[in-house]
């Protein structure tokens, strides 16, 4: 992970996303469904559950959007059935696209990313295409603003936390774990009295490439196409932000 930072492109993408808040709650919401359908309604028992409620909260979606989640999920009845599918491709330069879909129409996802590359200079790769070049990490990101601790000091508490890396920069800490010790280093944090602006499970990549400048429309056209697919839960990218 050295070199790279999540953080900005976490920065461009809650920016872009301020002005499509509904969107992104009905997203989340399906994700806390079909969590809440598959292991129960419990954060404390189902830790799928767990982990699509605290994604919910740290977009500020309100309590009763996520509550009502749940409870349709639990209520008798059919209710819906969302398959988890993941697409391959890649953007302009070679850049590699890894897409993250919750859908229960596959033909209809596997349609409209396929749209979204082709209008965009990509191409829709093979299972296996790109996803080897991403690792699945946790990540986690403490905002340094008025907070009086300096790199060693919170190296250590990393460290003591169970956490595999820390990079540092001028505003944030960001902290990187093994996907299977991200909830046990999550909730130490917290304990210790970090203020986590954002904790996810996440796909890293072990590369960058840079995006050329006469591509960086085309590849902003891209990946917003992919997330505005109503389908799409999440997109991940190896491109230099």
Do not use: C
């Not at 059935?81 to 302009?92: L, T």
């Not at 946790?138 to 595999?164: F, H, K, N, S």
């Not at 056209?221 to 491109?239: F, G, P, Q, R």
């Amino acid at each position: 992970m050295a070199g790279h930072s999540k953080w900005n492109n976490i920065k461009q993408r809650k920016g872009a996303q301020d002005a499509k808040r509904g969107k992104i709650f009905q997203k989340l919401s399906k994700e806390i469904y079909k969590a809440a359908k598959d292991g129960g309604a419990d954060p404390e028992m189902n830790a799928s559950l767990r982990l699509a409620v605290d994604k919910a909260k740290s977009n500020n979606m309100p309590n009763d959007n996520i509550d009502r989640a749940i409870k349709r999920a639990t209520d008798a009845g059919q209710g819906d059935n969302y398959d988890e599918v993941i697409y391959e491709g890649y953007g302009p330069n070679g850049i590699a696209v890894l897409v993250h879909a919750l859908t229960d129409n596959q033909n209809r996802s596997s349609t409209n990313v396929r749209v979204a590359f082709d209008r965009n200079g990509g191409s829709l790769g093979e299972k296996g295409s790109v996803s080897y070049m991403f690792d699945r990490k946790g990540y986690i990101a403490i905002d340094r603003e008025g907070l009086d601790v300096d790199e060693d000091t919170m190296l250590m508490e990393v460290l003591e936390a169970g956490g595999e890396e820390l990079e540092t920069s001028d505003e944030v800490f960001e902290i990187y774990t093994e996907a299977s010790d991200f909830t046990a280093v999550r909730d130490a944090l917290k304990e210790a009295g970090f203020t986590l602006d954002q904790a996810e499970l996440t796909m890293i990549p072990q590369t960058t490439l840079p995006v050329p400048a006469d591509k960086e429309e085309t590849f902003e056209n891209l990946i917003d196409a992919l997330e505005d697919d109503d389908d799409v839960s999440e997109v991940y990218h190896n491109a230099e932000v």
